[in-house]
């Protein structure tokens, strides 16, 4: 994973965040494993950073200058559409929005499923040996 800090090869790091949040999401929901929360975490506290206005959020206009303002004066619709509601489902209870109830658009809007399916790990599968020994690091 990535943060601003060290980011060198894209332009529009508010962009870049949505997949990379929705990822970490999607991750997150289907371990359980708490490192992904850490890494979306840590893309929060870059957007603080780097891209915290006094109204609102910018994209940043070049991420090589580290000299003075690099925002864009430009909050993104998204934003809060997608990128914020990641992050707030990324910390939120695995039963909010829960992915066995409910799939997601392109825009992040999640849609009822008329069967539930089972595809979101819960606390006692994460803890189970087996679950544990496939999703360890080796």
Request: charged share 20%; net charge negative.
């Amino acid at each position: 994973y990535w943060s601003i800090d060290s980011l060198v090869i894209f332009t529009d790091p508010i962009s870049s965040y949505i997949e990379t949040l929705e990822s970490l999401f999607y991750f997150y929901r289907l371990t359980g494993d708490p490192k992904y929360q850490d890494m979306a975490w840590e893309i929060f506290e870059s957007i603080e950073k780097h891209c915290k206005t006094e109204h609102g959020y910018s994209s940043v206009e070049n991420i090589m200058d580290n000299q003075g303002d690099i925002t864009s004066d430009f909050q993104e619709s998204f934003f809060f559409a997608e990128t914020l509601k990641y992050l707030f489902l990324i910390f939120s209870d695995k039963s909010l929005i829960s992915l066995d109830d409910y799939v997601f658009n392109t825009e992040a809007h999640p849609f009822r499923l008329s069967t539930p399916i089972k595809v979101q790990v819960w606390s006692y599968l994460a803890s189970w040996s087996p679950f544990k020994t496939l999703f360890s690091e080796q």
